[in-house]
């Protein structure tokens, strides 16, 4: 069973340009949760993501980002013209249904503006 | 509304010695907790959870935590430092549709 899977590592955009951030669950987990690492900064929720559903965006900035988790497929974080305060680490979690389960973490993709 | 708060941004111990890092959560109802721990560069590997059996919990790399409602505390504890313990450590706590991260605290680890 692998775990959360996170593609690219490493993204290199010039700004003005569209970022797109995949996240592949672990096997049988319907939940999805977006965070940003901002250089020496902690965790910033981003993102909650049910299959096909978005339950809870107060993370995510009003305007360029977007997010989905379709039925089939990876969910995918959208930055669409990306500036450099955009330039982070995006980390995906991924657990089963249910308040007393762990999330498993990605690896991340660190996107760097240019 | 849930939050959690840990107390100290940066604690630095020397090898050897005890390792203490802060946690305070609010919660209307009764949550699970967890500590995760990022190494440098790294994801996040989960260190230990807490969902309402025992209040004293035993996690991974000689790391426990103990909750205490009362004190509305869950407090992460090691009794002797290794260098290898020096990374991000983060208190999470989460509801049914919620999970928040606290801010996280760094531990350095001195020869």
């Known amino acids: 069973n692998a775990g959360v899977m996170q593609n690219p590592r490493h993204l290199v955009r010039r700004r003005g340009q569209e970022a797109r951030l995949r996240c592949s669950p672990m096997?049988?987990?319907?939940?999805v949760y977006w965070y940003r690492q901002l250089p020496e900064e902690g965790l910033k929720f981003m993102v909650y993501?049910?299959?096909?559903?978005?339950?809870?965006e107060s993370g995510m900035p009003k305007e360029r980002f977007s997010a989905e988790f379709p039925k089939e497929g990876p969910s995918i974080l959208r930055i669409q013209q990306v500036v450099r305060g955009d330039s982070a680490a995006y980390f995906c979690?991924?657990?089963?249904?249910?308040?007393?389960?762990?999330?498993?973490f990605g690896q991340g993709t660190r996107l760097t503006v240019v | 509304a849930q939050s959690v708060t840990q107390l100290d941004s940066h604690v630095s111990v020397s090898e050897g010695t005890p390792v203490l890092l802060r946690c305070n959560y609010s919660?209307?109802?009764?949550?699970?907790l967890f500590w995760y721990v990022q190494h440098p560069n790294k994801g996040l590997q989960l260190l230990l959870k807490?969902?309402?059996?025992?209040?004293l919990v035993k996690g991974i790399n000689g790391f426990e935590a103990e909750f205490k409602k009362s004190e509305t505390s869950f407090h992460l504890t090691k009794p002797s430092a290794h260098m290898s313990d020096a990374a991000e450590y983060f208190c999470?706590?989460?509801?049914?549709?919620?999970?928040?991260f606290g801010a996280g605290t760094r531990l350095t680890v001195k020869p």
């Open positions: 979690a991924s657990s089963r249904t249910g308040p007393r389960t762990e999330a498993f």
């Open positions: 096997k049988g987990h319907s939940h």
């Open positions: 993501l049910q299959k096909e559903n978005i339950i809870d």
């Open positions: 919660s209307s109802y009764s949550p699970s």
């Open positions: 807490y969902t309402s059996a025992a209040t």
């Open positions: 999470v706590v989460r509801l049914v549709n919620d999970m928040r």
